[in-house]
């Protein structure tokens, strides 16, 4: 549940920017082919967990654990790495789709980019910091002797829902970004029609 969370966390995160500006059917066609990229990636990752969980059998209570985390760390390697891909094709499908705007302002266009580099920047930290933060959490979950399995699992049931809410947020406010930047850029471009037609 947890990997299903952060695998349609940094769908939102690493896609969406793109989208705001992809209008149309080529636009819906790059989405729609972006969205199978991660689900792929997705089902991926979860036959790598079956097998996994299948190769812990027979292991000691150590090996389980080091092999956990280096598994942990070995998806979040791979999912940094297609999130990086998939990023770069965002852009060039994004600069593709400014090339050939001819509305737009050359500096208009370079907002645009910058926005989206911008916001992708902070993603990967904003991935970073709560990866961090979740191992912390679990780690110290997992070494607390003095909590029972009922309340581990209260627990971790409330981190998730907290994560959820901080992930919301932090969409939320790059949603309104976009917002701000989409009306800016269209109160420019009235300005500028209006100055032709002057």
């Known amino acids: 549940m947890w990997k299903r969370f952060v695998v349609n966390m940094l769908i939102l995160f690493f896609c969406l920017p793109c989208f705001v500006f992809a209008e149309g059917e080529q636009g819906r066609t790059f989405r729609q082919q972006q969205r199978a990229k991660w689900q792929q990636h997705r089902q991926e990752q979860r036959e790598e967990n079956r097998q996994f969980r299948q190769s812990l059998k027979g292991k000691s209570k150590e090996e389980k654990i080091s092999a956990i985390k280096q598994h942990r760390q070995q998806q ?47 993603n990967v930290a904003f991935r970073d ?66 100055s032709k037609d002057k």
């Open 129 to 194: 910091e709560r990866y961090s933060e979740n191992v912390a959490f679990f780690e110290q979950i997992a070494n607390n002797p003095n909590m029972t399995l009922e309340e581990k699992k209260a627990a971790i049931k409330a981190h998730i829902e907290e994560e959820k809410a901080k992930t919301k947020a932090h969409w939320e406010q790059q949603k309104e970004e976009n917002k701000a930047l989409k009306e800016k850029i269209k109160s420019e471009m009235q300005s500028q029609e209006q």
């Open 76 to 122: 979040y390697a791979e999912n940094k790495a297609f999130a990086e891909q998939i990023h770069q094709e965002n852009l060039e499908f994004l600069k593709s789709r400014l090339a050939n705007n001819t509305r737009l302002t050359d500096a208009q266009k370079e907002e645009l980019i910058n926005h989206f580099e911008k916001q992708y920047e902070e």
